[in-house]
């Protein structure tokens, strides 16, 4: 198994320019990974908002926007920390170990592949990397349906 690196693919039946906007709007990203962003994606700044997903909305989501190769390419870099408890203090994220989320978009006949890969697990450290590499392999399972849904049900 390899454990630096996360991959799924997923065939959308929407069409590029779509996935891009589910993708690269916040407001609509947000919807679909359960996120209220408060700014636009722009590539070099970080992003910050809310997690809504029930049980996790004690969390901060930030992530560093990378590229934004427009219907092509969307990518950002984000923190991992060892533990989601619930704490007083708002999250540190300036030391954590990063990875790196990539969405490529390629046109097929009946809409859209999307390739997701994450990668980078190896610079978590090793006491913690399977739990990070657990979670967050698990969650993008869960995230292809919920933007498969989302271009679905948002023509």
């Known amino acids: 198994m390899e ?3 996360i991959e799924r693919r997923i065939e959308l039946k929407a069409p590029v320019s779509r996935v891009w ?4 709007d916040h407001r609509a990203f947000g919807q679909w990974f ?8 722009v590539p070099g700044r970080v992003s910050r908002g809310q997690i809504t997903y029930p049980g996790y909305e004690h969390i901060t989501w930030e992530a560093r926007i990378e590229k934004m190769e427009p219907e092509r390419l969307f ?8 533990s989601f408890e619930k704490s007083d203090k708002p999250a540190d994220y300036s030391n954590a170990p990063q990875t790196l989320v990539e969405f490529r978009l390629e046109p097929i006949p009946d809409g859209t592949l999307l390739l997701l890969t994450e990668s980078g697990f190896d610079s978590i450290p090793a006491g913690w990397r399977p739990e990070a590499f657990r ?5 993008w399972t869960e ?3 919920n933007i498969e849904s989302y271009v679905t049900q948002n023509p």
């Open 3 to 5: 454990s630096n690196r």
């Open 21 to 24: 906007r589910a993708l690269t």
């Open 34 to 41: 359960k996120v209220k962003l408060e700014d636009p994606f």
């Open 75 to 82: 990518s950002f870099s984000w923190p991992h920390v060892q």
């Open 135 to 139: 979670r967050n392999d698990g969650g």
């Open 143 to 145: 995230q292809m349906k």
